[in-house]
């Protein structure tokens, strides 16, 4: 790289379905973030992370993408998408788009063709596998989001994996010819000229071929959803995951001044985010939800700190109170902080802590958390 801008950047997340509606059509959109780059440059951040604008049937509000080459309707045209990059280069702001590579939606042309039957050109690019001898699923994988983590496609006659919706059929990260393909799609938005890439659920990338069950884990039955009952040790953090992300450094390193961070959740997220960044041949930086899903305290702040700092070496991260699968982080907190409402307050507080941490700093302008979803 020419620079490091990333070590120490704070990096600004814009939702655009509730950012900005310049066509008031009721939805945010490209050139409604445009319209606001001023506003967002007084505030003094150096990139803007948009969360994914891929066309998509939003049954996951885009992170279920139909085709990776196309800005949604909704939000514009590729060529609004293009104008929002010169803009924002014009004023110093790096942009980072969200590239969600462990799954694509049902609709994709890919897996369309893939569940048409067992011989076709795309038949393995996704993980299908043969049922149990009593027609149930291989194994006792459970999706995030409620349920097997396997449906039955009566077309193929066999299970595909999906680790979230069963409309987002994970990619078999295993296949050279998938990754192959991906890459490209990676290689058209930095032709585009987008100055880094947010790896959505990054430790979900690739499964264990083996189909192994996964352990149980010991937990309050009646607070927790089935997929908590287990331990994730073959459906996230697989040794293929680090092997993939190799492959992509080296092909982001073929562009100046890119940038790789990852979305690291559902493992253990500090000593993952660890690894995946203190070599530096797989990203240049990790977020995790350490301080997402906890309400605030000093000793539990501290604690964080310190295991990061133990385990992080040359490696770095980014760090982050919330996002669009969170809570706010004024009322999350605030549940625990005795300041009689003053949230205005609170959020200084906790904006300070945040940018005073080693690292770099994601903040989240607001907008819809993606609670809902068909």
């Not at 409604?32 to 998509?56: E, H, M, R, T």
């Not at 803009?87 to 942009?95: D, E, P, Q, V």
């Not at 310190?306 to 991260?317: D, M, Q, R």
């Amino acid at each position: 790289m020419k620079s490091e801008w990333w070590r120490g950047a704070i990096i600004y997340q814009i939702y655009p379905r509730s950012f900005f509606d310049a066509n008031r059509d009721g939805i945010g959109d490209m050139a409604g973030i445009n319209q606001k780059l001023d506003y967002i440059c007084s505030l003094g951040v150096d990139a803007l992370w948009i969360s994914p604008f891929f066309k998509s049937p939003m049954r996951d509000f885009g992170y279920d993408v139909a085709d990776y080459h196309t800005v949604d309707p909704i939000f514009g045209t590729n060529q609004d998408f293009v104008a929002l990059i010169s803009s924002a280069h014009r004023k110093g702001l790096k942009i980072i788009i969200d590239m969600v590579l462990a799954h694509t939606s049902d609709e994709h042309a890919w897996f369309q063709e893939s569940r048409q039957n067992q011989t076709n050109a795309k038949a393995d690019w996704y993980v299908w596998v043969d049922p149990k001898p009593d027609g149930t699923p291989p194994n006792n994988w459970q999706a995030a989001f409620g349920g097997s983590a396997w449906q039955w496609d009566s077309r193929r006659r066999q299970y595909y994996l999906h680790h979230y919706l069963r409309s987002q059929p994970n990619l078999n990260w295993h296949n050279q010819k998938v990754v192959d393909a991906m890459f490209e799609e990676v290689r058209f938005w930095l032709e585009t000229g987008v100055d880094g890439l947010r790896l959505d659920a990054i430790t979900t990338l690739a499964h264990d071929p083996g189909l192994r069950d996964n352990p149980p884990r010991r937990v309050d039955q009646h607070d927790l959803q089935p997929i908590a009952w287990q331990e994730w040790i073959y459906t996230r953090d697989q040794p293929r995951t680090l092997e993939v992300l190799g492959q992509l450094r080296s092909l982001i390193n073929q562009y100046d001044d890119r940038y790789l961070i990852g979305e690291v959740a559902d493992v253990d997220l500090i000593t993952v985010s660890a690894k995946y960044t203190r070599t530096g041949k797989h990203l240049h930086s990790c977020y995790n939800f350490s301080l997402m899903q906890s309400t605030f305290s000093a000793s539990f702040l501290k604690g964080v700190i310190e295991k990061t700092e133990a385990v992080l070496g040359a490696g770095w991260t980014t760090w982050a109170m919330s996002n669009h699968d969170n809570m706010r982080v004024v009322s999350r907190f605030g549940q625990s902080a005795d300041l009689q409402g003053n949230n205005r307050a609170l959020a200084k507080v906790l904006m300070a802590a945040v940018l005073s941490l080693r690292g770099g700093a994601c903040v989240y302008q607001g907008g819809r958390t993606r609670l809902d979803r068909g």
